[in-house]
């Protein structure tokens, strides 16, 4: 069964510094990759989603990740991260019908 | 379009109660599955269903029941809720299937929050 790795359970930062989440999957397949984020109290938004092509992949809010096929990764990036980007965030791996989720990453930004 | 409509938002149930969570979409997709989320565990896969008539089970599935009789709906049944079943669940879908579903996000509803006392 395929899995989804999420290494960070909780970041704090300040604002302006920058943000690289971590995810890695386990599935050796073709597959479609996915990072959400949810805000407290409401449901999962899309931020970005890799299908194919350039691997760096851009979405939004300013938020960007890049799939290294080698290492199996589709770690979440941000160059400078507003208090409004405290929430969890979840990558999350596709294949055919079946999507699997990590465990999640909580971001909180202190003003 | 309202997306994807889930009720209740909230239930609280006695250990071995049944009730069923409704979840229905207007956007024709033919792809709709029931996640929970658990604090630290994420969102993990219940059953999915891809379309009318056909469903299959997750990661999760014992102790729920699905049937998909419509495009629309896609109910989740608990036949005899255990405290192990408090959580938060979150009815999903998506266009398209199998392969034709790459390059298609979920769109998630807003979650019932279930108490299983």
């Known amino acids: 069964a395929q899995s989804v790795s999420q290494h960070n359970h909780h970041v704090i930062l300040s604002e302006a510094a920058s943000l690289e989440l971590g995810c890695n999957y386990s599935y050796g397949g073709t597959v479609n990759l996915f990072w959400y984020v949810q805000y407290p109290g409401q449901h999962l938004q899309l931020l970005l989603k890799?299908?194919?092509?350039?691997?760096l992949v851009k979405g939004i809010k300013g938020f960007e990740a890049e799939f290294i096929k080698s290492k199996f990764s589709f770690n979440l990036r941000k160059p400078s991260v507003q208090w409004s980007d405290t929430a969890e965030y979840f990558c999350?791996?596709?294949?055919?019908?079946?999507?699997?989720f990590g465990a999640g990453t909580r971001l909180t930004v202190k003003p | 379009n309202a997306g994807v409509t889930q009720t209740p938002k909230f239930q609280v149930l006695k250990t071995g109660q049944s009730m069923t969570l409704q979840c229905a979409q207007d956007m024709n997709h033919e792809y709709m599955s029931w996640y929970r989320q658990d604090p630290g565990m994420g969102l993990r896969l219940i059953h999915y269903s891809v379309g009318a008539g056909i469903t299959d089970q997750g990661e999760v599935p014992n102790g729920y029941n699905v049937s998909r009789s419509t495009t629309e709906d896609f109910p989740l049944r608990l036949l005899s809720a255990a405290p192990s079943q408090t959580s938060v669940y979150f009815c999903?879908?998506?266009?398209?299937?199998?392969?034709?579903?790459?390059?298609?996000?979920?769109?998630f509803g807003n979650g019932t929050r279930l108490t299983v006392t």
């Open positions: 999350a791996v596709k294949r055919s019908n079946d999507m699997r």
């Open positions: 890799y299908f194919s092509g350039d691997p």
């Open positions: 999903a879908s998506s266009k398209g299937v199998g392969t034709r579903s790459y390059n298609s996000p979920l769109h």
